[in-house]
């Protein structure tokens, strides 16, 4: 018996294991047919894609392949026959400033570098590439009256090159006949960032299925061009105009797609270097999308992967659209040249800090940019700002400086009155009014520097001036000065150390340890409110720190322009302290206004009359 059920145990073992290896081979030789037709169908796509090229090239001699030209292409295969179209070779523009490869496929941009300029590093040999490496396309999808759907990124454009003046003039064609065809035409003047582009159609209307617009997509996967590429892609974003003049952007920290409406141009901008497409007639609806590529911070070549889809309406059976194509940098005062609004695209602030840096910061800097090398004009410009903001900053001390004074007075009134809020309200009102103190004059001219400190927070970023501009040991002013380079990466802070951050840190550490006292001066401990002078002992340590971890990895002109500021401060603090506004003098200034009739102004008693008001209120309800 045992014998009988080892038997039957084993055959079913051995069925089970005969069932699991059919099954594995049938599945292997699913596998493989699977695998053989995903190479088929890449080797057909793969031959749908050079058929073009391969059937161009043999077309004249070779009926055959005239006639699957004609099948793939129909009017369109006409020009793609053309011994000037089949022969064509790419063509190179140089303007001075641009260095332009025009690829007779496709009949777009191949490669765009930018002259005297260098990526990455000044000690590199590679200059700035906006386009390479088959990173961007201007693709116009149309439609014909055959049931055919063509992208010009995959016909054969017949080039040529002409002058007119001192421009220079790129013409492709896809012709049908000799008298029809779409053109691409560019104009290069000479040491000019902006291309003029035309796209229109000639005798195509019964060619063209008219009825659909046909769609131009611009598409640019930006290459990292700078140190930090996680930097650099912070400020790699799409601007564009709208509805007349607006402008927006899409958010640079995410990958998204939106639609806009009335467009007027679109820009891919990579931080310091920017492409924009400009159009006379507005695109009604625009679809616009950027794809973030960026992680960490590494060495991929990318940043984001941006796309513009803008459809283009036919005008009595003709495509008609004058545009213009920049490529270059994203500076400020070229931008502003061109005046359509591309200033807009250098992130400068809104409001009232972007009107401070374009009329007052950027004008200022620019002067001593071509006067003296940057390192020091940055020195300089923030002697300046300083020197022009004294004044706010003497009014503040003096006005901490007297509050300081009659704190024990205010301290006494609260305990006195600890009881009858209101009370104490009036008495603290009536002491401020006769010792000549006002409790805001301390804080107004802080919010007179705000604006200030957050426009240059915004302009030194975006300041292509400081690209590759070395000072001291920093051989990159608009990128991070690093010192040395960590084994590991510390979270928030980076695997680099930048000393001009640290400098910067400590200067605000000893500046807020001067005037702490003071501030804290300003705000008596109220009940039921937090002790602000422990508040601000802490926030002496804390600030430095935040400062540190933020800075490390920004532009160190930036920390530059913040360490010699507070600098600065600390000299003008001490002066003002101990030569100017004494505490003796304060005192003086102090029992004279007391020992005056000071008449009260409007606001104050109308504040006297509501309080009384108040009080009187409060008295009759106590008595109910």
């Known amino acids: 018996m045992e014998e009988k059920k080892l038997d039957k145990s084993s055959l079913i073992g051995m069925a089970l294991i005969t069932v699991l290896l059919v099954w594995m081979m049938s599945g292997n030789m699913f596998s493989d047919k699977k695998d053989d037709k995903t190479k088929e169908t890449a080797k057909?796509?793969?031959?749908?894609?050079?058929?073009i090229d391969q059937l161009a090239a043999t077309a004249q001699n070779d009926t055959l392949a005239h006639e699957q030209l004609k099948s793939e292409l129909g009017a369109f295969a006409y020009g793609a026959t053309l011994p000037s179209v089949a022969n064509a070779k790419d063509v190179e523009v140089d303007n001075g400033v641009l260095k332009i490869v025009f690829?007779?496929?496709?009949?777009y941009i191949k490669e765009a570098t930018v002259n005297n300029q260098k990526r990455i590093s000044s000690k590199n040999e590679d200059l700035v590439k906006i386009i390479a490496n088959n990173n961007s396309k201007l693709d116009l999808k149309i439609a014909t009256k055959d049931n055919r759907v063509l992208n010009t990124k995959n016909l054969l454009f017949e080039p040529t090159l002409t002058k007119e003046g001192e421009n220079t003039v790129v013409s492709m064609k896809l012709k049908t006949s000799e008298t029809a065809y779409l053109e691409y035409r560019y104009v290069l003047k000479p040491n000019d960032y902006m291309l003029d582009l035309s796209i229109k159609s000639?005798?195509?209307?019964?060619?063209?299925?008219?009825a659909t617009p046909a769609e131009l997509a611009w598409q640019l996967k930006a290459t990292r061009n700078e140190k930090s590429n996680t930097y650099e892609n912070r400020y790699a974003e799409i601007v564009y105009e709208y509805d007349g003049g607006k402008d927006d952007y899409l958010n640079p920290a995410k990958t998204t797609t939106e639609d806009a409406k009335e467009v007027t141009y679109v820009a891919f901008k990579q931080h310091l270097f920017t492409s924009v497409l400009l159009t006379e007639t507005?695109?009604?609806?625009a679809k616009l999308s950027q794809e973030n590529l960026v992680k960490e911070e590494n060495d991929d070549a990318y940043l984001k992967d941006f796309e513009a889809v803008l459809p283009l309406e036919y005008k009595g059976g003709e495509?008609?659209?004058?545009?213009?194509l920049y490529m270059g940098p994203t500076d400020y005062n070229v931008l502003n040249k061109y005046d359509k609004n591309l200033d807009e695209i250098v992130p400068l602030g809104w409001g009232i800090f972007?009107?401070?840096?374009?009329l007052i910061i950027i004008p200022l800097f620019t002067l001593l940019t071509n006067l003296i090398p940057h390192g020091i004009a940055i020195v300089l410009f923030t002697v300046v700002i300083r020197l022009i903001m004294s004044p706010v900053q003497y009014k503040s001390y003096v006005s901490q400086a007297k509050m300081k004074l009659i704190r024990p007075e205010v301290t006494e009134i609260n305990e006195k009155y600890a009881k009858d809020p209101m009370k104490k309200q009036q008495e603290t009102m009536k002491l401020y009014n006769k010792a000549g103190v006002n409790p805001m004059a301390g804080c107004i001219p802080m919010f007179i520097q705000l604006p200030v400190f957050y426009a240059l927070f915004s302009f030194f970023p975006s300041a292509f001036d400081l690209r590759q501009k070395a000072f001291l040991w920093a051989d990159d002013l608009s990128s991070y000065d690093s010192v040395f380079t960590l084994p590991f990466k510390i979270p928030f802070y980076g695997n680099h150390v930048a000393l001009f951050p640290i400098l910067a840190a400590l200067a605000t550490f000893v500046y807020m340890k001067m005037t702490t006292g003071d501030q804290a001066a300003m705000t008596p401990q109220q009940e039921g409110m937090p002790d602000m002078s422990k508040l601000m002992k802490v926030m002496i340590y804390i600030s430095p720190v935040m400062m540190l971890f933020f800075f490390n990895n920004y532009?160190?002109?930036l920390s530059l322009y913040y360490f010699?500021?507070?600098?600065?401060t600390i000299g003008i603090m001490y002066v003002i302290k101990n030569k100017i506004v004494t505490e003796d003098k304060v005192k003086t200034i102090i029992e004279t206004n007391k020992s005056k009739e000071k008449p009260k102004s409007k606001f104050q008693r109308k504040m006297d009359e509501l309080m009384e008001q108040a009080q009187q209120q409060k008295t009759n309800q106590n008595k109910k």
């Open 282 to 285: 507005p695109i009604k609806t």
């Open 319 to 324: 495509l008609t659209y004058n545009m213009n």
């Open 354 to 358: 972007g009107w401070l840096n374009k």
């Open 202 to 210: 000639v005798g195509l209307s019964s060619v063209l299925n008219t």
């Open 44 to 51: 057909t796509e793969t031959a749908a894609k050079t058929s």
């Open 555 to 557: 532009a160190s002109g």
């Open 564 to 568: 010699i500021s507070n600098l600065i």
């Open 103 to 107: 690829s007779s496929k496709g009949g």
